[in-house]
């Protein structure tokens, strides 16, 4: 069974920034990890996510804002998130496909951005 830990959420104004980690059980090293996140009332969505060798995919709505990254050493990825806007407010999700089918989640961590 793997863990996952999310942390780093909280309340920011609107323009602020906010980085999130996930810690993970196990190592990480030949894992693709995803970041989502569920606003109320919504369905559960991809933010981002790091291939093995360091290529990433963001939403159309994250480019230019949210950076994701990781550090294989400390079994730990991280999102950097800029220029945070209302719409951004959610419960984000570290995810990790092992074990296989049904991967893993975190318990999440609650971003509030604020007008």
């Known amino acids: 069974q793997v863990q996952l830990v999310e942390s780093g959420g909280g309340l920011v104004q609107a323009g602020g920034s906010l980085r999130l980690s996930c810690a993970v059980s196990r190592s990480i090293f030949s894992i693709t990890m995803r970041w989502y996140r569920q606003a109320p009332g919504k369905q559960r969505e991809l933010v981002a996510l790091?291939?093995?060798?360091?290529?990433?995919i963001y939403a159309d709505s994250m480019k230019g804002r949210f950076t994701i990254s990781r550090d294989n050493t400390k079994n730990t990825v991280y999102l950097q998130m800029n220029s945070l806007q209302p719409e951004d407010t959610a419960v984000y999700y570290c995810?990790?496909?092992?074990?296989?089918?049904?991967?893993?989640w975190g318990q999440g961590t609650q971003v509030t951005v604020s007008s």
């Open positions: 995810n990790t496909p092992i074990p296989a089918p049904i991967g893993s």
């Open positions: 790091i291939g093995t060798t360091g290529t990433t």
